[in-house]
């Protein structure tokens, strides 16, 4: 799933990130109605989505607080691609600040904390923290299928590392009960589970590789190598 420049991506909003309309602020509303799609069709346009922070860079007054935690919420659901670091580099310091903009600064230190147990594969506390407090439900409520997705990804990361994990393990890190956790490893993951252990088919990340290694030492080194010894002896 490319959510750099994906295939969803209709031709106005390539035109506006291709051209001198990414510093049209008229180009403001035709973005955000592009996040509201992305939001409720499960793909990311993490291109068009930065285009539209810088244009909330240059236009202050445009700034629409859920747009900016959509758009870092739709960031997250690309890990561990740096499209979260490289939204964040995009909210002007001064959003950020504490009782700047009601709960925003709250609600973006929230998200990183999401996404930095992400990044560290803290996958177990990353599903505690989400239960945690009721502001991450109303922070990912626009975007369709976000634990989903999310699990989809933990899912990948996992068949790139792994042949074969226990069960139990898999549930805590997909953070779902007993049922809820077979279900999407047999039918959404494709995998099997024998006697409590999941087992991930061969790919090319998780396949064991033959390694050789080759020292090139010639008789010329080698003679540098004892010339030195004998000089720092005498």
Same mark, same amino acid.
């Given at each position: 799933?490319?959510?750099? =420049?994906? #295939?969803?991506? &209709?031709?106005?909003?390539?035109?506006?990130?291709?051209?001198?309309?990414?510093?049209? &602020?008229?180009?403001?509303?035709?973005?955000?109605?592009?996040?509201?799609? #992305?939001?409720?069709?499960?793909?990311?346009?993490?291109?068009?989505?930065?285009?539209?922070?810088?244009?909330?860079?240059?236009?202050?007054?445009? %700034? @629409?607080?859920?747009?900016? !935690?959509?758009?870092?919420?739709?960031?997250?659901?690309?890990?561990?691609?740096? #499209?979260?670091?490289?939204?964040?580099?995009?909210?002007?310091?001064?959003?950020?600040?504490?009782?700047?903009?009601?709960?925003?600064?709250?609600?973006?230190?929230?998200?990183?904390?999401?996404?930095?147990?992400?990044?560290?594969?803290?996958?177990?506390?990353?599903?505690?923290?989400? =239960?945690?407090?009721?502001?991450?439900?109303?922070?990912?409520?626009?975007?369709?299928?976000?634990?989903?997705?999310?699990? $989809?990804?933990?899912? !990948?990361?996992?068949?790139?590392?792994?042949?074969? $994990?226990?069960?139990?393990?898999?549930?805590?890190?997909?953070?779902?009960?007993?049922?809820?956790?077979?279900?999407?490893?047999?039918?959404?993951?494709?995998? @099997? %589970?024998?006697?409590?252990?999941? @087992?991930? &088919?061969?790919?090319?990340?998780?396949?064991?590789? @033959?390694?050789?290694?080759?020292?090139?030492?010639?008789?010329?080194?080698?003679?540098?190598?004892?010339?030195?010894?004998?000089?720092?002896?005498?």
């Amino acid at each position: 799933m490319d959510s750099e =420049d994906p #295939q969803e991506r &209709p031709e106005e909003i390539t035109s506006i990130i291709n051209g001198l309309e990414r510093y049209n &602020p008229e180009a403001v509303g035709n973005l955000e109605e592009y996040l509201r799609h #992305q939001c409720e069709h499960r793909y990311t346009d993490s291109n068009a989505n930065r285009t539209l922070l810088k244009l909330y860079q240059l236009n202050p007054d445009r %700034v @629409k607080d859920e747009v900016i !935690t959509n758009i870092l919420v739709k960031a997250l659901t690309c890990f561990p691609s740096p #499209q979260f670091s490289l939204a964040m580099h995009l909210i002007p310091p001064s959003i950020l600040a504490p009782n700047s903009r009601a709960e925003l600064p709250e609600a973006i230190a929230k998200l990183r904390e999401l996404s930095n147990q992400l990044q560290g594969s803290q996958y177990a506390r990353f599903w505690a923290t989400l =239960d945690s407090d009721d502001l991450y439900a109303d922070l990912t409520t626009d975007i369709e299928g976000f634990e989903e997705l999310i699990r $989809i990804r933990i899912a !990948t990361l996992i068949s790139h590392a792994y042949r074969e $994990i226990e069960m139990s393990i898999l549930e805590q890190w997909l953070g779902m009960d007993d049922a809820d956790a077979m279900k999407f490893v047999t039918e959404t993951a494709g995998w @099997k %589970v024998e006697n409590g252990i999941v @087992k991930i &088919p061969r790919n090319p990340e998780n396949e064991a590789k @033959k390694s050789e290694v080759r020292e090139d030492v010639n008789v010329d080194m080698f003679s540098r190598v004892v010339r030195r010894a004998w000089e720092e002896t005498a």
